[in-house]
């Protein structure tokens, strides 16, 4: 049993498919835990981060830095430093914390060396002066070099702070504690301005917003607020200066979410601000963690239903940066997103190339059916050319047993002709024909057009007008032409439908109430008449309505007048009344059910819409014009539009518009662009056609069902491959199968369609062999769960056409469930 489920689960990991996308994943996860994929891992950064949107920066640091303006200014670069010294002095007086000097002033500059000592002396006034400095490697002693590059103050002072510039840019910008170098310490320079060693060996900078929203100043700027005694000076007391050069020409610089120009000075400064609010992105999560965030991929890789799969990794790659972007946001850690994202984004991609092949296959498989078909109506028509030719000259003997032949080939050629019709897209009516779409009205009809015409004389009024038609017809659409061509166009168009509210609530919805009218009445509210003044009020199913709501209609229409429910005065409204009713108000007057002086109040101007099976010429026009809708690439087949012209309609155009609906659902379901007769529900087919398996179980039936049947089907049919053949029948026999709720022997009999026991007996042997193969392999595998099943029984389903695979399921699932405990 147990080396029986792990074969079935072999079977199923090892499929060619889901090879390959473990393959993948599982490469692609390692290749990026090894860092090949670090740029990924910047960009993913850096929009997660941008997407945070910019936090706030520490306030206590302030950038100086040297511009491309201030070098030209103050004679070039390198300035002299007497420049430093002044600035020194300058923010030693202001109060500064610290000042960090993040330009390397190089002892090699014989022209610097004159201003020294001016420098050292104002270093050393301040005590709070920390210098930088470079190291020749990264501390592991893999360089050639090893050395320790100072400032010119630190080699005159060696007790002067130094720290280093260095920084390692990988998958971010990393920042060393501190480097070694001929048993030489050096720390960086953000940690000695600081004081404060980082959490770790190194430091991962979190850039989180743009470093120009730094309180900073150009150097010029500085000297300009000090000569000026700028009341800003008050902010420099206790803050930590950085200054160092931003001139891109001579700094190096790098890009971020927010800069595309960071330059080295603000690099530090941000360091410094994340080793002082504690922001930096110290941690990533180890290989074993990122490994359990992999496991849920594994997972669905390994599930079977392929649109179940591709929906679950989009579902896993926004959860993954869902939890990424609130690691990131709220606790600074930081993952591989390489290692979750590219694998996800490589599974996607190879499914959607095989499921890209599969329906490739499976259009295949309907374009050669389609062939088949098309090959067998040519071989019909000279068959049934022929039969006439020898009809002509046989004698009577054998005259009735031609005609016979020919009525019943003529029969076969006519439907699969409506097949052929079905796989055909009708020609969409093009601009030289008689069509007219006119306000959403879509016709080519003359009764429509006659209807066209008497609207626009109506609409040129302010009559009461009634409009009579079916259930469906488009009154509500006539009466918005009405309003849209009449001189209340600007106004309101109100629609109310009388038959949906019961009596009680249709008087305050169309008259208004006032406060405490009835209960839960807490505030006055408009009423439909109140909210129409100036343009028109359309009621339909008017012939709905009680005798005491047709008296106060009444007194509207003869004075204008509406009373609210509650009210005691009386309000004018000025409104075009449009009626409609799918009742014959004539015969409602007769049975004493409508107010006869309200009909001939409402009967001014009638407008009778014709039901759609009396404009037939427009059912081609409303199904094009609603599939345009729904797809404006879908095309509907001839045979369809033949069968929606034989239907009565009595739901109308809205009855159509459903059916088409309806339809385009279907038809894209399967991946077509035209729309089938299968795409209509059974009442609404009115043409017999013929199809692949409709043919190959007639052939089969002629012949009886005998051992050389499926072969000369197979010939008869254009010399098909016979395994098409005896696919189709073993689909058709569980298709029936399952329609006759696994009745094996209704079915047989509704196959066969003989009393002939030897027809019968051969059917049912054959039957009974598609039903003993599945029970053997299923005591064989001895498992119960159908999905494992499904996959040890790859080879059933593989030449069934994909049509007949539900019903194998069903059947299979049948058999499961009659097997012994």
């Known amino acids: ?41 910047r960009f993913s950064e850096n929009t997660l981060t941008q997407l945070t949107g910019r936090r706030s920066l520490d306030s206590s640091i302030i950038i100086i830095h040297i511009n491309a303006a201030d070098i030209e200014k103050l004679g070039g670069w390198p300035l002299k430093r007497s420049y430093y010294a002044l600035l020194i002095g300058k923010l030693t007086n202001l109060g500064v914390s610290k000042i960090g000097i993040e330009v390397l002033l190089s002892s090699n500059s014989a022209t610097q060396s004159i201003y020294n000592d001016l420098l050292n002396e104002e270093i050393k006034r301040s005590g709070r002066v920390v210098v930088s400095s470079l190291v020749s490697n990264d501390g592991t002693g893999s360089g050639r070099a090893d050395s320790i590059i100072y400032s010119q103050p630190k080699l005159d002072n060696s007790n002067l702070v130094s720290g280093h510039l260095n920084y390692i840019s990988d998958d971010g910008i990393y920042i060393p504690n501190s480097l070694q170098s001929n048993g030489k310490s050096e720390k960086s320079f953000s940690s000695a301005l600081a004081n404060k060693d980082f959490k770790n060996n190194r430091l991962k900078i979190n850039f989180y917003n743009s470093w120009k929203n730094y309180q900073n100043y150009s150097l010029l700027d500085f000297f300009r607020i000090v000569e000026e005694n700028d009341n ?13 050069v931003s001139d891109p020409s001579i700094a190096k610089t790098i890009s971020t979410g927010f800069d595309n120009e960071l330059p080295g000075i603000a690099l530090h400064a941000f360091a410094l601000d994340n080793i002082l609010t504690n922001r930096s992105l110290n941690f990533r999560l180890s290989p074993y963690l990122a490994f359990v965030f992999m496991l849920p991929l594994i997972v669905i890789i390994l599930m079977k239903i392929k649109l179940q799969r591709t929906y679950a990794v989009i579902i896993y790659v926004f959860g993954f940066l869902f939890i990424a972007y609130i690691f990131l946001t709220f606790f600074f850690v930081e993952i591989n997103y390489s290692a979750l994202l590219i694998p996800a984004i490589a599974f996607l991609i190879i499914e959607f190339s095989f499921n890209l092949s599969e329906s490739k296959a499976e259009l295949l498989y309907t374009f ?6 098309k090959r067998v109506l040519s071989v019909k028509e000279e068959e049934l050319t022929g039969l006439k030719s020898q009809l002509a000259t046989s004698s009577d003997e054998f005259h009735g047993e031609f005609k016979s032949k020919i009525i019943l080939l003529e029969d076969e050629i006519s439907r699969l002709e409506k097949w052929k019709d079905d796989n055909e897209p009708d020609i969409i009516p093009t601009e030289k ?53 009449g001189k209340r166009k600007d106004k309101n168009f109100i629609a109310v439908n009388c038959a949906a509210l019961p009596e009680s609530l249709l008087e305050s919805e169309l008259f208004g109430h006032v406060k405490g009218a009835f ?26 309505t009680t005798e005491n709501f047709q008296a106060k209609l009444l007194r509207v229409i003869q004075f204008g007048e509406i009373q609210k ?15 409609a009713t799918n009742k014959n108000l004539v015969e409602r007057v007769k049975e004493k059910l409508f107010r006869e002086d309200l009909y001939y109040r409402l009967n001014v101007l009638k407008l009778e819409l014709p039901p759609l099976r009396e404009r037939i010429d427009d059912i081609e026009l409303l199904a094009h014009h609603f599939i345009r809708l729904e797809d404006s690439e879908l095309k509907i087949s001839k045979a369809v539009l033949d069968s929606l012209t034989k239907n009565e309609w009595k739901g109308n155009v809205r009855e159509l518009e459903s059916v088409i609906k309806r339809a385009v659902i279907f038809a894209k379901s399967e991946g077509r662009k035209i729309i089938q007769l299968n795409d209509l529900s059974e009442e609404y087919r009115k043409v017999d056609r013929s199809n692949l398996e409709d043919l190959i179980l007639e052939s089969l039936r002629h012949k009886f069902f005998s051992h050389s049947s499926i072969n000369e089907t197979a010939k008869e049919l254009g010399n098909i491959n016979r ?51 599945l029970q053997k392999d299923l005591v064989k595998l001895k498992v119960k769960e159908f999905e494992d099943i499904k996959s040890a029984f790859a080879s059933k389903y593989k030449n069934l056409p994909a049509k007949f695979h539900s019903y194998l399921d069903e059947t299979v699932k049948d058999l499961l469930k009659k097997m012994p405990v």
């Not at 199923?12 to 599982?26: G, H, M, T, W």
């Not at 024909?433 to 006119?438: K, P, Q, R, V």
């Not at 008497?454 to 009024?461: D, G, I």
């Not at 696919?727 to 199968?737: A, D, M, S």
Request: aromatic share 8%; net charge negative; hydrophobic share 45%.
């Open 1 to 41: 049993m147990i080396i029986e489920t792990i074969i079935i689960s072999a079977k199923k990991i090892f499929s060619s498919k889901i090879v390959i996308e473990l393959i993948a994943v599982i490469l692609l996860f390692i290749l990026s835990l090894l860092g090949l994929f670090n740029s990924f891992n």
């Open 368 to 373: 050669n059916e389609s062939e088949i078909l």
């Open 433 to 485: 024909e008689t069509i007219t779409a006119f306000e959403g009205m879509v016709f080519r009809s003359d009764v429509m057009q006659n209807l066209v015409e008497m609207l626009k004389k109506f609409s040129t009024s302010d009559a009461t007008t009634l409009i009579l038609g079916e259930s469906g017809s488009g009154k509500e659409l006539v009466a918005h032409a009405i309003h849209n061509l």
């Open 232 to 244: 800003n000076l008050v902010n420099f007391k206790n803050k930590i200066v950085l200054v160092g």
């Open 723 to 773: 395994t098409v053949v005896s696919e189709n029948l073993r689909g058709v026999f569980f298709k029936t199968y399952v329609a006759n709720s696994f009745d094996f022997d209704k079915t047989i009999t509704q196959l066969a369609q003989t009393d002939d026991e030897e027809s019968l007996g051969r059917l049912k042997s054959k039957a009974e062999t598609y039903i003993e193969n």
């Open 519 to 544: 209960t839960n009445a807490i505030t006055d509210r408009k009423g439909k008449f109140e909210l129409a003044d100036g343009g028109t009020i359309f009621l339909d199913e008017i012939g709905e």
């Open 565 to 579: 429910v509650g009210a005691t005065n009386i309000k004018l409204v000025d409104v075009r009344l449009i009626a």
